[in-house]
């Protein structure tokens, strides 16, 4: 199978269930942005420090929930929507909680805002949550805009999570490898 269609030189695409779009159509738009947060991921995974094995693992279950994501969102066609896939994501997200929790059993309680920075695999994990929370404001317009989308909350409900799991995991990073976590009050 040859990778190339051609299709794309028109600038249109297929969505599951064979219907050609343009590819700014806002589920193409959706799908793009998942493809950039999996992206991401992989430089964060790259990066990190050996003390953060469990992350590798976590974040690598992340990227197979957002193939997963993808595909729902790909998909127009109601009676092909998988039903595993929304128990997949109510799964991801439940277990993002749960190590979220564990994360923050580690860190010591916050009372500023921060500033994304310190170790790289931190850095990283600073731009997986901005890209996250764009993946979340897209899925919002997509579902706001009639004729175009219709709800998502499960994926919705992941990427917010997924957002917070990042988040608590930069800080996380700074903590085991001993770089400095600045505030927005430090001077």
């Known amino acids: 199978m040859k990778i190339y269609?051609?299709?794309?030189?028109?600038?249109?695409?297929?969505?599951?269930?064979?219907?050609?779009v343009r590819k700014n159509h806002p589920r193409c738009e959706a799908c793009g942005e998942l493809d950039e947060l999996n992206a991401v991921l992989g430089m964060l995974i790259s990066t990190l420090p050996p003390e953060l094995a469990r992350a590798r693992k976590d974040i690598m279950d992340i990227q197979r929930a957002l193939v997963h994501a993808g595909t729902r969102l790909a998909t127009l066609d109601e009676r092909t929507e998988q039903k595993n896939t929304r128990r997949t994501l109510e799964q991801a997200t439940g277990h993002l909680e749960k190590q979220i929790d564990a994360m923050q059993a580690e860190l010591p309680e916050l009372h500023t805002m921060?500033?994304?920075g310190g170790h790289?695999?931190?850095?990283?994990?600073?731009?997986?949550?901005?890209?996250?929370r764009r993946v979340e404001r897209r899925l919002v317009n997509l579902s706001d805009?009639?004729?175009h989308g219709k709800d998502f909350p499960d994926i919705l409900q992941f990427i917010n999570r997924m957002s917070d799991y990042l988040f608590v995991l930069a800080r996380l990073c700074n903590r085991r490898t001993k770089s400095a976590e600045f505030s927005s009050s430090d001077e």
């Open 5 to 20: 269609t051609k299709k794309g030189d028109h600038g249109t695409t297929d969505l599951i269930g064979k219907k050609t």
């Open 145 to 147: 805009q009639g004729g």
């Open 114 to 116: 921060i500033l994304p």
């Open 120 to 132: 790289p695999s931190a850095c990283w994990a600073h731009l997986a949550r901005t890209v996250c």
